[in-house]
């Protein structure tokens, strides 16, 4: 009954998709990123998804035991630890984990990598800095701005693995990483991939387990949901990916809007 629940809803939703795909959703995502995206396809932000994913499936044995990986060895436990250390930031504790930090790095990596943007010299006017006109950059191919991407979400991740202050685990200090930097230079944006991250996690949610059954359960108090949460890599992350966003900015004289940055942060 469950399997058939959830062949029928993900039935449904991918009609409506396609319905909006094409009517009208295709030319207007194609004039939306046309100047920014290569062929209109966020291909450093899938590609950093594609990589964690790949990290859990493979190292953590998520292909083999989906809902309960293998999370011991790749805890930063210690700085005398360094295989912790360095794959902390990428390993996660749970399928729900992963689906979590995943959704949220699809929804805000759009927003920032579009605000980094790939092909930026066509926006028509002057531009005189090589951050914005990748033609005199080093960093000059479509290419090379893509891995860009993707480098810049793992050098996060690895920052907070290092600076966590106690045991820790999981991409999130990389995705607030990416939430900082696009509520810095694209605010609005930013408060619409809070609405979308939210429905892809509550759509992983419908179809995984479509039916929710409530139980009481008898034992010992124990910590609350939030105890476990690395609050202070999430933290860094963010301060790391809002002060690359200022930077970007004052690199390509562009304005920071203070009061819609402080709400889309709110």
């Known amino acids: 009954m469950v399997a058939l629940t959830a ?11 396609w319905l909006v795909w094409t009517n009208g959703g295709a030319e207007h995502w194609r004039e939306l990123t046309d100047d920014r995206f290569v062929y209109g396809v966020p291909w450093g932000t899938l590609l950093a998804v594609a990589l964690v994913t790949a990290f859990y499936l493979f190292a953590q044995r998520g292909l083999w035991s989906w809902y309960d990986p293998l999370t011991l060895p790749f805890v930063s436990w210690s700085w005398f630890y360094p295989v912790g250390v360095l794959t902390s930031g990428f390993a996660h504790g749970s399928a729900g984990h992963i689906v979590s930090n995943m959704t949220g790095a699809l929804a805000f990596g759009v927003v920032a990598e579009y ?45 907070t693995g290092i ?96 009061v819609t940055v402080f709400f889309a942060t709110l």
């Open 115 to 159: 605000a980094w943007g790939h092909y930026p010299q066509r926006r028509g006017h002057t531009i005189r800095d090589s951050l914005l006109a990748p033609q005199e950059s080093r960093f000059s191919s479509p290419g090379a701005r893509i891995l860009l991407v993707t480098a810049a979400m793992f050098a996060v991740a690895l920052l």
């Open 7 to 17: 062949v029928v809803l993900a039935a449904v939703l991918a009609g409506v998709g």
């Open 163 to 258: 600076f966590s202050l106690g045991p820790g685990l999981g991409f999130s200090g990389a995705v607030f990483g990416i939430a900082g930097f696009a509520i810095v230079t694209k605010p609005r944006a930013a408060i619409a991939a809070v609405v979308a991250s939210s429905a892809l996690s509550t759509l992983y949610q419908a179809l995984a387990d479509p039916v929710v059954r409530g139980t009481v359960s008898v034992g010992s108090p124990s910590p609350p949901t939030w105890a476990n949460i690395a609050f202070q890599a999430h933290m860094l992350g963010f301060v790391v990916g809002a002060m690359a966003g200022i930077a970007l900015l004052w690199a390509r004289r562009d304005e920071l809007a203070s």
